[in-house]
């Protein structure tokens, strides 16, 4: 680790800077939190740096999650300020979401994710698709369903967040749009759900990284970075505010196929990940 030339970390120090301003802005503009954007540059810094394979995914994961917990709160009080929050929404969807995400925290410290990117690639791939070539086909109903429906739709977002990084605004969006939401709301109510999501899945991602605390680099606790926390978080929570004043300009369709190409590209990037 102490070979690693002082241009390449300084260079890699750049582009997390620069992906927290990304980060904060699409965690405004999509109710998202922004790890597809941080997992990938994480891995590079942690294998410049040494991290062993066996450890590295799981501790760009927990450090993504941990990195986006103050850009969704930020997010989501803002998005709140101006009314498009759906209080009944995250109120159910906040345990269940929890639940599937320490599930998930469990399942990604010890079995390979590779199923589940495979499964979230078609998800969004085809979500995406129909936001960006049907504006209205699309619909599971005009309104919300019963409490057990919510419950599972929370659990499920929590599990795929905790699997791969993020806040769960990439799942909660689309139910809620699929669901005859607007977007604005679907989005606002995302960044609100991304809240315990983000900060349940820290924890849990600390306590499974315990066992390997020797093999993590200074610093560390658990699978989360403590420098990679301090680097991007101030940063991506300031810029999210400037997406949610994008997100309450843009006309509604242009929003949808903004979220549309959103889910491709991180569709492509779980892809990548698996060749």
């Known amino acids: 680790m102490l070979g690693v030339p002082v ?38 810094v942690f294998r410049a740096l040494g991290v062993p394979e066996d450890v590295r995914m799981q501790l760009c994961i927990g450090t993504s999650l ?6 969704t709160v930020r997010s ?52 995406g698709g129909k936001m960006l070539f049907d504006q209205d086909g699309w619909k599971l109903g005009i309104e919300l369903p019963g409490r057990a429906a919510l419950t599972v739709y929370g659990f499920i977002t929590g599990l795929v967040s905790s699997l791969v990084g993020v ?15 607007t977007m604005q709301q679907a989005v606002a109510t995302s960044a609100g759900i991304g809240v315990p999501i983000t900060i349940a899945g820290t924890i849990g991602y600390m306590l499974a990284g315990l066992p390997y605390q020797a093999e993590l ?35 509604k369709r242009k929003l949808e196929i903004c979220f549309g190409i959103f889910l491709l590209l991180v569709s492509l990037r779980f892809i990548a990940s698996l060749l």
Do not use: D, Q
């Open 7 to 44: 241009g390449e970390i300084l260079v890699l120090a750049l582009a997390m800077i620069a992906s927290g301003v990304v980060t904060g802005i699409l965690a405004g503009l999509f109710g998202i939190g922004g790890g597809a954007i941080i997992v990938p540059v994480l891995y590079e």
């Open 66 to 71: 941990a990195i986006i917990v103050p850009t």
């Open 76 to 127: 989501y009080l803002a998005h709140k300020a101006k009314g498009a929050v759906i209080p009944h929404i995250v109120r159910i969807w906040a345990l269940p979401a929890v639940v599937g995400v320490a599930i998930g925290s469990v399942i990604a410290a010890f079995a390979p994710s590779a199923l589940f990117k495979i499964a979230f690639v078609i998800f969004a791939g085809l979500i």
């Open 167 to 181: 806040g769960g605004g990439a799942v909660s969006s689309v139910v809620l749009t699929l669901y005859g939401r």
């Open 217 to 251: 680099p200074p610093f560390s606790v658990g699978f989360v970075s403590l420098i990679g926390l301090v680097l991007m978080a101030p940063i991506s929570s300031y810029a999210a505010v400037y997406g949610v004043r994008l997100a309450h300009w843009l006309p």
